[in-house]
Nanobody, 119 residues
Framework: QVQLVESGGGLVQAGGSLRLSCVVPRSIFTISTIHWHRQAPENQRELVATVTGAGRTILADSVKGRFTISRDNANNTVCLQMNSLKPEDTAVYFC?????????????WGQGTQVTVSS
């Protein structure tokens, strides 16, 4: 069973910062593109940020200039630094490891971590 472990969620005031971490099993880390998604109540899951195995990053327009995604290859961890948080950032945040480099291709999900931003 492949398990991704997220941490770092919590309650913060608007304008504050949080740093989420996702530990990915080393056996799949180097061949995976890692995504952070979020899902607010009654909303669809939204892709927030992506980092490829080569370190290329992609951010959703809604978080550009505020969030940063980074990859720590030594510790098989991906972090999502969230600054200038807004109430609309409130959601459960999930990391996912995806690869099409192997057969069969896979996507594994973490259990999610709650982020709540108060106004």
């Amino acid at each position: 069973q492949v398990q991704l472990v997220e941490s770092g969620g919590g309650l913060v005031q608007a304008g504050g910062s949080l740093r989420l971490s996702c530990v990915v099993p080393r056996s799949i880390f180097t061949i995976s593109t890692i995504h952070w998604h979020r899902q607010a109540p009654e909303n669809q899951r939204e892709l927030v940020a992506t980092v490829t195995g080569a370190g290329r990053t992609i951010l959703a327009d809604s978080v550009k200039g505020r969030f940063t995604i980074s990859r720590d290859n030594a510790n098989n961890t991906v972090c999502l630094q969230m600054n200038s948080l807004k109430p609309e950032d409130t959601a459960v945040y999930f990391c996912a490891a995806q690869s099409t480099l192997v057969t069969p291709p896979f996507t594994y999900w973490g259990q999610g971590t709650q982020v709540t931003v108060s106004s």
